[in-house]
């Protein structure tokens, strides 16, 4: 058994205490001293401030890697890479692929999975289609678009392999909602974005279950007088995982702080990167997707200047918005990794049974040490 005792996140600030944890899980979680019995198997970090490590639900890439297309060693790097930058756990996000392509990334991230090290927790992938309004495809390729159909569903799931843990839809397509059921059979949340949407579609869509919005305000209906739409939808309580991208390009910091506030969004709202390929590195200019990208803040634009992802990693775009005054510490752990780890099941808190991944936050608001599962990355 190991563990550690400093100033841990407890009860939404941060509280003298200690962690204790065996075979990457935590076994212990106290505020002020630890049990005389633990003493000799805990590490005394003295005034380091540790929060629970971070959780991304969409991340294409890191580090020059992309999720649906690298080979299990790129994988490996890129999710090396994540880990220091502090996301523990994370959904690998994918563009819309052929089938074959799709089973050939399951073979790659099988692949990974027999790789060892300490990295990055990948729990499945997030596939942002191919069920979506080509309208509303924005940078996403739209070569492999498909109609939504259960039976298509079907080969979608089998063709992932038992990665696919999240698919965005457009639920107001013919099919959709067939496409749906299909997937929640298969234990996969469909998530309402690259849609027009409207308030209707998306309670018809949660009628029959649980539902995910990919990123609310990006590639969705505005909210207008006359229609709610999905962001209506979110702000009134519905939906039971709301993303946002918060790197205050996709969505407004004002936008951000306002729905981080709302009280329905309490428990729901929770932020994902869009990181693509080549986050975390200094390119200005690079091929994602199929198209050609540029850097624009912690953005990424294509030629026509639609916004195609983000370049920086989750940690650094909530402590961003931290010190820009945006965001309160207690709403970015919130958005980074309660409510994330809530979807997930197993992280994003410090309580007994939970993963012991831990990140240790930096003065004035940076990843310093950070553990997965217990290991020091």
């Known amino acids: 058994m190991k563990g550690i005792q400093a100033h841990l996140w407890l009860r939404g600030r941060f509280r003298r205490g200690?962690?204790?944890?065996?075979?990457?899980?935590?076994?212990g979680v106290g505020e002020g001293a630890a049990p005389r019995g633990l003493h000799g198997g805990l590490e005394e970090l003295g005034g380091a401030r540790i929060l629970p490590g971070f959780v991304d639900t969409l991340a294409h890439g890191f580090a020059g890697a992309g999720a649906a297309v690298s080979p299990a060693r790129d994988l490996d790097r890129m999710t090396r890479a994540l880990a220091r930058a502090g996301v523990t756990s994370a959904l690998a996000g994918f563009y819309p692929l052929s089938l074959p392509r799709m089973r050939a990334a399951a073979r790659r991230w099988d692949n990974w999975r027999k790789l060892r090290g300490v990295r990055t927790r990948v729990a499945g992938w997030h596939m942002e289609g191919p069920f979506i309004a080509p309208e509303m495809a924005g940078a996403l390729p739209a070569d492999d678009l498909q109609?939504?159909?259960?039976r298509n569903a079907r080969s979608l799931v089998r063709a992932c392999g038992g990665w696919l843990r999240m698919t965005t839809l457009a639920p107001e397509l013919e099919g959709g909602l067939q496409a749906a059921a299909e997937l929640r059979k298969a234990q996969v949340m469909p998530s309402i974005g690259h849609s027009a949407a409207t308030l209707a579609h998306c309670q018809a869509l949660a009628a029959e279950g649980q539902v995910a919005i990919t990123h609310l305000g990006n590639r969705v209906l505005p909210l207008r007088a006359r229609e709610a739409g999905p962001i209506g939808f979110a702000m009134g309580g519905g939906g039971d995982f709301v993303a946002v991208i918060p790197d205050a390009t996709h969505v407004a910091a004002a936008t951000l702080r306002l729905w981080a506030r709302t009280a329905a969004m309490r428990s729901t709202l929770m932020a994902v990167s869009d990181n693509l390929s080549h986050a975390g590195l200094p390119a200005t200019s690079f091929e994602g997707g199929g198209q050609r990208l540029h850097r624009d803040g912690p953005a990424a634009r294509n030629a026509r200047g639609e916004l195609g992802g983000t370049l920086d990693p989750l940690p650094e775009l909530l402590f961003r918005r931290v010190q820009e005054g945006c965001l309160s510490l207690a709403q970015a752990v919130r958005l980074g990794a309660e409510n994330p780890g809530r979807?997930?099941?197993?992280?994003?808190?410090?309580e007994e049974g939970l993963r012991a991944d831990l990140v240790e936050m930096l003065p004035p608001?940076?990843?310093g040490r950070v553990w997965v599962a217990g290991r020091l990355a």
């Open 18 to 27: 200690w962690l204790s944890w065996s075979r990457g899980r935590l076994t």
């Open 147 to 150: 109609e939504p159909s259960a």
């Open 365 to 367: 608001a940076e990843v």
């Open 343 to 350: 979807l997930l099941g197993d992280c994003g808190r410090f």
